[in-house]
T-cell receptor, first 113, second 110 residues
Framework: DTAVSQTPKYLVTQMGNDKSIKCEQN?????MYWYKQDSKKFLKIMFS???????INETVPNRFSPKSPDKAHLNLHINSLELGDSAVYFC????????????FGPGTRLTVL | QKEVEQNSGPLSVPEGAIASLNCTYS??????FFWYRQYSGKSPELIMS????GDKEDGRFTAQLNKASQYVSLLIRDSQPSDSATYLC??????????FGSGTRLLVRP
């Protein structure tokens, strides 16, 4: 029973392509997140959704667009991929935004060639 | 100044010793504090959460919070080689964002 799942686990693509990463949680949580972990292992929040509503939108290029069709899903679409987008992207979920533990998915390693 | 600061390490301790990991944060309005462990190639997993000043113990782990000094620490007693990982300090700011430090790599020598 995977709590937070992401697909695909690995994604290798050419510069300029458009790609999507999917995330699903079966924990019944209200809040979902996308994080980016760069080559120096620094984990930084990108977006947060609460009950399908965008709550946090960090200074991320508008080539990145999150979409939440329902509370259990938060997908990340990336247009016109650039070399600097290569990183590991983690989805996470929590019951609330303030105090609750965040549970992370296994990550998607994106490599842009 | 980084919002959450940690020494990158590596912190090397012998098996059975106490490992002490430290973290400072800049936002005085921060209200929730977490320690996550991340093995190489894996996702972060929660070790401890702490919300009020003082100590919180869970098995071999003790988290310490001092809001006046804006300081959080994690003590690992009887360190095991399986504890070797990167430990991420994370803080929920007054803006409700979970901000991570860059992590401290811990090596426990057999």
């Amino acid at each position: 029973d995977t709590a937070v799942s992401q697909t695909p686990k690995y994604l290798v693509t050419q510069m300029g392509n458009d790609k999507s990463i999917k995330c699903e949680q079966n924990l019944g949580h209200d809040t979902m997140y996308w994080y980016k972990q760069d080559s120096k292992k620094f984990l930084k929040i990108m977006f947060s959704y609460n009950n399908k509503e965008l709550i946090i939108n960090e200074t991320v290029p508008n080539r990145f667009s999150p979409k939440s069709p329902d509370k259990a899903h938060l997908n990340l679409h990336i247009n016109s991929l650039e070399l600097g987008d290569s990183a590991v992207y983690f989805c996470a979920s929590s019951q609330d935004l303030v105090t609750d533990t965040q549970y992370f998915g296994p990550g998607t390693r994106l490599t842009v060639l | 100044q980084k919002e959450v600061e940690q020494n990158s390490g590596p912190l090397s301790v012998p098996e059975g010793a106490i490992a002490s990991l430290n973290c400072t944060y800049s936002d005085r309005g921060s209200q929730s504090f977490f320690w996550y462990r991340q093995y190489s190639g894996k996702s972060p997993e929660l070790i401890m959460s702490i919300y009020s000043n003082g100590d919180k113990e869970d098995g071999r782990f003790t988290a310490q919070l001092n809001k006046a000094s804006q300081y959080v620490s994690l003590l690992i007693r009887d360190s095991q080689p399986s504890d070797s990982a990167t430990y991420l300090c994370a803080v929920i700011r007054s803006s409700y964002k979970l901000i991570f430090g860059s992590g401290t790599r811990l090596l426990v020598r057999p």
